[in-house]
């Protein structure tokens, strides 16, 4: 199996005063087969329920999927690994239901999760909202997640319309059903894995994360200096990035990289800028 190198960066944003992002990082050693696990989660609202969302979120998720790697052999099959994301998942959406309801002068205690484990050299990736995982092969970046958003119309000012919301639709703490959405692949030597929040993909154009993700040295470089960039075009938002080197990585020349494809990933960047940004749990909004 590759070894693996990993860094990560949380920063609140210029227009924030507090970080409502959670991130979790383990890397090998602690359990046998597996070479990492990564979390990234966002808290929907402001406010202490946003904070909450997120930690519980991320701490909820690792202590059940820990729980599920001490008692079955993740060697025999990477599927142990999977279930232990979805289930652990599930358990965070609970808990923070049970929250809301414990607390309900607390509003929109919600977040996005987007978790990723690494086992023989297997990809298994859980996501539930729009916190993203992308990988980098041979020069490309893929998003390997779906954002589960919604636009809405905003309603009208003057009699006119003015301009679209999104909702996240699927997410931890939004409804009391919650079926992640799971995904499984190979990976290979050199590649590169990255999990962030929607503060880093709607600043930030697919381009520019493939660039900074190509020419630095090293995991925990790129993952700060992908925050700093997301800062440097605005920081509209909490920015929190992981970024998993697998195997042995050569960072390549400035002049050298090839210019990024800019698929259907550019579509969440370009809501920032088109519509105004008002993240909310979808369940409220429509009660609305």
Known sequence: MAHITFGACSDAGRRNSTNHDAVFTLGAGEYEHLQGLFIVSDGMGKGLGSCTASKLTVQTLS???QSVLE???LGASTKVLAYGIREGMIEANRTLIEKKREFANIDLMGATCVAVGISQNTLV???AGDSRAYL???GELRQITRDHIRLMPEGKRQGKQSGFTYIVAKGIGISPELEPEMEMMQIEEGDVILLC???LTGMVKDSEIT?????????Q???STLVECANQHGGADNISTIVVHYGTYTPKPRNQVSSAKEPDTQERGT?????KKRRSIGAQERKS
């Open 125 to 127: 990736v859980g996501n």
């Open 63 to 65: 202590c059940l999927l």
């Open 211 to 219: 660039q900074i993700l190509e020419t630095t040295r090293t995991p």
């Open 71 to 73: 008692q079955y052999d």
């Open 197 to 199: 929040s929607d503060g």
């Open 271 to 275: 809501l920032f800028s088109l519509f």
């Open 221 to 223: 470089e790129a993952a």
């Open 136 to 138: 980098l092969h041979e």
